[in-house]
């Protein structure tokens, strides 16, 4: 069974420019969930998608947004890119049926903003 | 609301000593509880779960936690530490009937001696 899948693995902006990141969850899946990994903030939770519908959201500004596509593929646009979004992305997929089932990890978009 | 919280941001041991890392946790319901593991440049990878069967749980690589409500906590051990264990592990807490969005704490990065 193959993995989560995230492309590109890594990436170089520009302040001011915008970018779009991927993901492909495991078969099957519906759930998708995207986590911005920070050395200062941790792992913090960006937004969830299920069957196509935005589901939850974390505490991010509205330059941050995602969408989810009828084969469950995710992805998450930043726009008006600046410095503190340097971070790793990472996406995540679950059944999404409930607080117990297991997140799958992607291994993340290195971002990088200049 | 739930909350995790990880007590010291980095633990060293030696090769063969006893691992332990620490996690408690706040949840106005019963709760589900993870372990998860990330190598460098890695997504992150479950460990074990907690989802009220046996409170002490046994998971990959040799790793188990112990699941104590009195102390809500949920603590990581294992009982010799191997080179290959170094890593950065974090703990999850999700609620029953919540969002099903786990809440990780902030992590603690292993350091393991030759």
């Known amino acids: 069974k193959a993995g989560v899948t995230q492309t590109p693995r890594y990436l170089i902006k520009t302040r001011g420019q915008q970018v779009t990141l991927s993901c492909s969850p495991i078969s099957g899946h519906r759930s998708v969930s995207w986590y911005q990994q920070t050395p200062g903030q941790g792992l913090q939770f960006l937004f969830e998608?299920?069957?196509?519908?935005?589901?939850n959201k974390g505490n991010f500004p509205g330059r941050f947004s995602g969408r989810q596509f009828s084969n469950s593929r995710s992805e998450m646009n930043v726009s008006t890119l600046e410095l503190g979004d340097s971070a790793l992305y990472l996406c995540?997929?679950?059944?999404?049926?409930?607080?117990?089932?297991?997140?799958?990890f992607g291994q993340g978009t290195r971002l990088t903003v200049v | 609301a739930q909350s995790v919280t990880q007590l010291g941001s980095h633990v060293s041991v030696s090769e063969g000593a006893l691992v332990l890392l620490r996690c408690n946790y706040s949840s106005s319901v019963p709760p589900y509880l993870f372990w998860y593991v990330q190598y460098p440049n890695q997504g992150l990878q479950l460990l074990l779960k907690?989802?009220?069967?046996?409170?002490l749980v046994k998971g990959i690589n040799g790793f188990e936690a112990e699941f104590k409500k009195s102390e809500t906590s949920f603590h990581l051990t294992k009982p010799s530490a191997h080179m290959s264990d170094a890593a950065e592990y974090f703990c999850a807490v999700s609620e029953t009937g919540g969002s099903y969005i786990p809440t990780f704490g902030r992590g603690t990065s292993l350091i393991v001696h030759p």
């Open positions: 995540a997929s679950s059944s999404g049926q409930g607080g117990y089932t297991e997140a799958f």
């Open positions: 998608y299920f069957s196509e519908t935005q589901r």
């Open positions: 907690y989802t009220s069967a046996a409170t």
